[in-house]
């Protein structure tokens, strides 16, 4: 990288500027290395701005910006560029680059401009990032800049495209399609110029990942309850407990916690539209001992917190809290990676674990409803007309959680504590000899159980003639 220039690594909705090789290499190791989606381009020093209404945040040594300034675009080099090597540089734009004519070179910038005007009011700004990050590194291999509209109404803009499909997995084409169609259409106002049937063919469904094992999830379990540290403890259990997407952690506040009468925290309650979910679904949960304990020395730790407040607020690289500021989905990433690399621990992200829980509260035999509103899912997604129209109370739902899963997914790895006394039927022994095995699930032994105290009960008032 010469003297003169900066670099420049866009992840989710921020930008990291570096000035020298040494700092990059650092940044690399500890963030790209964690599975951050991010791209990396170089500009000189005299296209780019730190002054005005974007002003640059010092976070860890590293300069974070909220996001790219808006006069600075990615624009790939023309084929007449000095190093023939195809490679793309940030530029002001504000005097070229084409305009909407069909005649003159489509400008990278006004494209994502109409795209974020045509569809503010229908996608989120993350899921924007996503269209718009994926277009323009279509935009980079392709030389998109290069051609005119008039040319991208003709064959050559089905050559681009099935040229750039070629190189993505066939899984993952269905995913990348979307995002550059809409982009294309929104922000090129141009009709889309592919017959996905007859020059695509069929494409697969998006691949499930699967849960991850039991072992892996029970060493964090077992690590994270000797955490120091109560805010990463805090976040842990959001995640691992419930099977929260790291967007319900950031939107979730004070006011959605429930308090009994002592003071104690029973429940999690949030409006997934009011609160602004990916989904919309709902949550509601039941909070199980460790929660509790967490929450309540987290309260106390934040004195009070206002009910609007989040409830696990923005802190920094030197643990400096600020208590009215949430968090974003780039922070938890570095925390958890953070947490993973202080403890030694396997990889595990936030979303296997959502996997993870939803796996756990099948095998306890936990409802669909009751599991739904445990993880911030749909209930009625299904179609079904039973989903639809079984929309259970919350202080059922609540029971069920807690007798069903009265430790959480987690308690799962801690065996129940059972004390034999003298006089119990041998009936009852077998069932609670399976059910510490894993053979028996809750709701299964629960039911047994029931019907053996009635059958217990029934021998014992028999009247003798």
Not at 83 to 110: A, M, P, R
Not at 337 to 363: E, N, Q, Y
Not at 370 to 377: E, P, T
Request: overall charge neutral; glycine content about 6%; charged content about 30%.
């Amino acid at each position: 990288m010469n003297n003169d220039e900066k670099k420049y690594i866009f992840m989710d909705e921020s930008v990291a500027i570096f000035n020298d090789s040494s700092s990059i290499d650092a940044f690399e190791d500890e963030v790209l290395k964690s599975n951050l989606n991010a791209q990396t381009f170089f500009c000189s020093e005299k296209d780019t701005s730190t002054e005005g209404d974007n002003p640059l945040e010092q976070r860890g040594g590293t300069l974070i910006a909220p996001s790219p300034k808006e006069e600075l675009q990615y624009v790939p080099e023309q084929d007449n560029n000095h190093s023939g090597n195809g490679e793309g540089h940030l530029c002001d734009n504000k005097g070229g680059g084409g305009g909407s004519g069909d005649d003159t070179t489509v400008d990278l910038k006004k494209i994502i401009e109409r795209f974020e005007k045509g569809t503010r009011a229908r996608l989120k700004p993350r899921t924007s990032a996503k269209y718009k990050r994926e277009f323009l590194r279509f935009a980079e291999r392709s030389n998109l800049a290069q051609y005119t509209r008039q040319q991208l109404k003709g064959r050559k803009a089905k050559e681009l495209i099935l040229f750039y499909l070629e190189r993505i997995s066939i899984p993952s084409r269905r995913v990348i399609i979307s995002y550059l169609r809409l982009v294309w259409v929104e922000g090129l106002d141009l009709p889309w110029p592919i017959d996905a049937k007859r020059e695509i063919g069929r494409l697969p469904r998006t691949r499930r990942e699967g849960s991850p094992p039991d072992a892996i999830v029970q060493r964090w379990a077992t690590t994270m309850k000797n955490e120091p540290d109560i805010y990463l403890k805090l976040l842990w259990l959001l995640i691992a407990q419930h099977g929260w997407r790291p967007s319900h952690v950031i939107k979730l506040r004070w006011a959605n916690v429930r308090f009994d009468d002592t003071g104690m925290p029973i429940a999690i309650v949030a409006d997934g539209v009011q609160d602004d979910f990916k989904t919309f679904a709902p949550i509601a949960v039941k909070l199980t001992p460790d929660v509790q304990e967490v929450l309540i020395e987290w309260r106390a730790i934040l004195k009070e917190p206002h009910p609007e407040r989040p409830l696990l607020p923005w802190r920094s690289c030197n643990k400096q809290l600020e208590p009215s500021r949430p968090l974003n989905y780039s922070l938890i990433r570095e925390i958890w990676w953070r947490i993973a690399k202080k403890w030694g621990l396997p990889a595990l992200r936030p979303k296997d674990m959502r996997h993870w829980v939803a796996s756990a509260c099948r095998k306890a035999g936990l409802s669909k409803q009751a599991s739904a509103y445990l993880m911030g899912h749909d209930p009625t997604q299904g179609g079904a007309m039973r989903d639809w129209y079984d929309a259970p109370q919350l202080e059922d739902v609540f029971l069920e959680q807690a007798k069903t899963l009265p430790r959480g997914p987690l308690g799962t790895f801690e065996p129940p504590t059972v004390q034999l006394v003298e006089g119990i039927p041998s009936e009852v022994l077998e069932l609670v000899k399976a059910y510490i095995t894993g053979e028996l699930p809750t709701l299964q032994f629960m039911e047994k159980i029931e019907v053996a105290k009635l059958r217990q009960h029934a021998q014992s008032t028999i009247i003798q003639p």
